[in-house]
């Protein structure tokens, strides 16, 4: 069946005439990707992941142009993570996409029942820009192995990621697949006139808000990947070096653009200032070894922009300005976006860098007595999109993870849990709608029909058919009664 024209009503004055030709053409080839088989979209995946392995070195030097993210960073977060999401994808795709059989209850005995996988149809990526390659190529991972047809919109934040993008579909895919459209948030606006059929957002709780009331317009499904202030807890029978090391890797990986960074830690008063010098230590060994510097090393990112590294010299000047103590760190240099890795303490709870996600290199320490304090301070706010527990006793370990909610978890680590391609990736409430990554993520692209087959002749209802006889209602007794 021929998709139907965007009609006048859909294309507003204020979506470009590309846009809609852009998007028609999508949606004009979504029969011919709903009818491919395993092989053909492995086929395609196969493609992307050689011409990431051909790119390495353009994907490196796109992202160290953007923000000076070390190339190691790169190859880590950006290239392996991907190339893992595809790698998992490509060995479980014909399994995902084969029909679930269900059983059958005794009330529809003879039928037989399914769940069938298709495709959604035309989706939308919105990814951010910290991330700018994995969070915009992983999610389009999970997008083609389910069939679909996408739209990916970079930030504009990171434009030589941005290009980089379109080159990669230009490249690899077919222009009625898969179209990368450059732009910031006037391009997104329009984006989020026309009807996807479903919406991948990854970015901030405020514009997440918006794609779901424009999701809303076209009743489009959803993905929501958002952030928050996710904590991490260390009580005083953690292993204190260990946590240090998981922390400050945590934190300062990316200069702590990331959104599963732990935004702050609550340890337990007694073990607070010990924490403090293992985290120094380590801050030593990753990005200062030989004494040079931190804002020499090649191992340390840089703020995405000015505006982003003015929020953050504002968190930290307001931080100081309400009592905080600068432990570590606290240097800052605006005129190359750096601010180095800096641990806070007496940090006023009410002070604003403990009401916004920081979302860069500050780690504010708040002490706490005892382990319901912490989880009442963790409660006390929105749910955030990971908590990070590091004890050494199974019973607090349990108390944390019980009596906090958040979208994800890690004890007595930090990050990793997002690179596990068997567990389901994203927020609850304020962090996030919906779970990706993995066979999650194929489903977030899936629309699952249910299929249920009868016999000519048979119905398993025809008892119960009108009029409705002493016989019928006897019928329903027993059905009330037994079934
Ligand atoms: N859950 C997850 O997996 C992740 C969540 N995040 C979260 O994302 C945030 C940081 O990323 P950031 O890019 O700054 O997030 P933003 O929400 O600012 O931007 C995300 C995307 O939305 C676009 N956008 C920005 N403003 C609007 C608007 N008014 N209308 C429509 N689209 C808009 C951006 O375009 P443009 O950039 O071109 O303006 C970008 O493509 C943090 O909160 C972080 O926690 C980050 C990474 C992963
Ligand atoms: C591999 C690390 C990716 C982190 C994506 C984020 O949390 O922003």
Redesign the pocket.
Known sequence: MAAATLSAPETSPVISSELCAAFERLRAHTPVLRREDATARATRLRRLAAWITGNRVAIQTALYADFRKPAAETD???I??TQAEIKHTLAHLRQWMKPRRVGTPLSLLGTTSWVQYEPKGVCLVMA?W??PF??AVGPLVSALAAGNCCVLKPSELTPHVATLLRRLAEEVFDPAEVVVLEGGKDMATELLRLPFDHIFF?GSPEVGKIVMRAAAEHLSGVTLEL?GKSPAVVDATANLRDAAEKLVWGKF??AG?????PDYVLVQEPVQAELVREMEAVIRRNYNPAGAGVENSESFARIVNQQHFNRLAGLLEDAQATGATVAVGGEVDGRQCFIAPTVLTQVAPDSRIMQEEIFGPLLPLVPFGTLSEAADFINARPKP??QYVFTRNAENQRYLLDNVSAGGAAVNET??H??HSELPFGGVGNSGVGKAHGHYGFLAFSNEKAVLRQRIGRTSIKLLYPPYTPKVRRMLDLLLRYL
């Open positions: 880590l977060t950006e392996w993570s951010p910290n991330y994995y969070l990854t952030g990986l990316n653009q990331t959104c599963v960074a999109l990971a990050i990793v997002l690179g």
